[in-house]
């Protein structure tokens, strides 16, 4: 046999025996190393590390945080009302070897997150009356849940990071019942507003005649004062004027007189002494 040929040969040899006996572990994950199924040993630091072929063989978890997600859920609050709370999770695998003794794998390991994220939910959620739950209270409640649901996880070498609510809703029933009572509690501010409104509207219409009575008052009693000083005015100077010449008076009075009375297709019948014709009768 040609040497070139052995020395593949050999090659080959040592390859396929670094292959059973020579593994990577990635930065990312950390490996159980298990010898006839049995675990021995975790190894969680990055690098490349060895095994017995044949008799060992090793199992890759995860060393990221993972997400927990299940479909939502009902929940009954202190004040008894009904919520469907969707929430999730974020948890890592905190001691491999003890996770794969109790839960094995990612399924087993979230059926126990069902179980203890549910159970805290459901028990913390009832301590609560609905109104804090959807307020800035549920940040502490939820801590709250977190940091019970990880003590409980711990016994299965699981640490739950993070547990938050996506979303809380009514069930459907619900929501028509809520929606009326919202709408008829808009319906009674919007009443108390329009109320309101006319009450005030009202006042300012009362204030505004009132003082347009007043300044209608004021400005008939400025009006009068001054016709009556005008008139008085006038009178005076009738008189001064008309004193000055009694009989011009007298004359002009009868005139005017003769102006209202005298008027188309009028008759008026009077003695010829009457003093009304006096001025006709005589040029």
Do not use: C, H
């Amino acid at each position: 046999m040609k040497k070139g040929t052995i020395f593949i040969i050999i090659i080959i040899v040592i390859l396929a025996f670094a292959n059973l006996t020579l593994f990577m572990v990635d930065e990312t994950k950390q490996v159980i190393v298990l010898q006839f199924g049995k675990p021995i040993k975790a190894i969680k630091e990055p690098g490349l590390n060895w095994k017995l072929p044949f008799i060992q063989n090793v199992v890759y978890f995860e060393d990221r945080l993972l997400s927990y997600d299940t479909a939502p859920t009902e929940i009954i609050t202190k004040d008894k009302k009904t919520l469907i709370v969707d929430n999730y999770a974020r948890w890592k695998i905190k001691d491999p070897l003890l996770f794969l003794q109790t839960v094995r794998d990612l399924i087993g390991a979230q059926a126990r997150l069902d179980d203890i994220i549910y159970s805290e939910l459901r028990v913390d959620l009832g301590l609560y009356e609905m109104s804090e739950i959807v307020s800035e209270k549920r940040d502490f409640i939820m801590k709250k849940v977190t940091e019970i649901s990880d003590e409980k996880a711990n016994t299965y070498g699981i640490e739950i990071v993070d547990v938050r609510i996506k979303r809380v809703d009514l069930p459907p029933e619900n929501e028509i019942f809520i929606f009326d009572r919202m709408k008829a509690e808009r319906e009674r501010i919007a009443k108390q507003y329009r109320a309101e409104g006319q009450e005030e509207s009202a006042k300012i219409i009362a204030d505004t005649e009132k003082e347009k009575t007043i300044i209608l008052a004021e400005a008939y009693k400025t009006a009068q004062a001054l016709r009556g000083e005008g008139d008085a005015e006038a009178i005076k100077i009738y008189a001064e004027s008309f004193n000055q010449n009694p009989e011009f008076y007298k004359f002009f009075r009868s005139l005017e007189a003769y102006k209202i009375s005298l008027k188309d297709q009028t008759t008026i019948l009077l003695s010829p002494e009457s003093e009304f014709l006096k001025y006709l009768s005589k040029p």
